[in-house]
Antibody
Framework: EVQVVESGGGLVQPGGSLRLSCAAS????????MHWVRQVPGQGLVWVSR????????TYADSVKGRFTISRDNAKNTLYLQMNSLRAEDTAVYYC??????????????WGRGTLVTVSS | DIQMTQSPSSLSASVGDRVTITCRAS??????LNWYQQRPGKAPNLLIY???NLQRGVPSRFSGSRSGTDFTLTISSLQPEDFATYYC?????????FGGGTKVEF
């Protein structure tokens, strides 16, 4: 089955760190660009970060730049999001999403079920 | 950043209705516009990409169009499973941005 499954969410104190993982299966993970998108429960979608297929190029939303790091291990078919210096406003469901394009016309054609990150003392 | 403004934010409709949702970009984005459906408690699902291309597996009652910086998602005959929230998303420039969503309800 073609799928991506996120894990690693949980409750963390402000200023803390968390690493999210996204395990891919059923497709050639190393051929796809990947993204993280987050959503505060009951609110809209917000793009967080992107990584190209070999991991050599990354882009971030200004709100997380310098605090979050996206990476991937193509041998393990896994995408990561290292989140440091977490703030209350980072509380959200974090989705891993596959991008079938290689440049421009970015779109998300496969999503995971998400993992909830709660930043609170 | 490119702002995407969706309207309406919510609408009431019935099964069989023709439904139209609009998304306006704050600047030109050519046809770099995608539409997603999100049912409650579920992940989003890609419906339309590059303004008017139907994603594989999506019913043909969904369609998209563009006029300048205005984009439209049309559901030709609303089905029970279509009651959901719909989002547009631009991919013209980074950061990728989404509209605020349109909730389609009874």
């Amino acid at each position: 089955e073609v799928q991506v499954v996120e894990s690693g969410g949980g409750l963390v104190q402000p200023g803390g760190s968390l690493r999210l993982s996204c395990a891919a299966s059923g497709f050639t993970f190393s051929s796809y660009w990947m993204h993280w998108v987050r959503q505060v429960p009951g609110q809209g979608l917000v793009w967080v970060s992107r990584i190209n297929s070999d991991g050599s190029s990354t882009t971030y939303a200004d709100s997380v730049k310098g605090r979050f790091t996206i990476s991937r291990d193509n041998a393990k078919n896994t995408l990561y999001l290292q989140m440091n210096s977490l703030r209350a406003e980072d509380t959200a469901v974090y989705y891993c999403a596959r991008d079938p394009t290689t440049s421009s016309y970015y779109r998300f054609d496969l999503w995971g079920r998400g993992t909830l990150v709660t930043v609170s003392s | 950043d490119i702002q995407m403004t969706q309207s309406p934010s919510s609408l009431s409709a019935s099964v069989g209705d023709r439904v139209t949702i609009t998304c306006r970009a704050s600047q030109t984005i050519s046809d770099y516009l995608n539409w997603y459906q999100q049912r409650p408690g579920k992940a989003p699902n890609l419906l339309i990409y590059a303004a008017s291309n139907l994603q594989r597996g999506v019913p043909s009652r969904f369609s998209g169009s563009r006029s300048g910086t205005d984009f439209t998602l049309t559901i030709s005959s609303l089905q029970p499973e279509d009651f959901a929230t719909y989002y547009c998303q631009q991919s013209y420039s980074s950061p990728l941005t989404f509209g605020g969503g349109t909730k389609v309800e009874f």
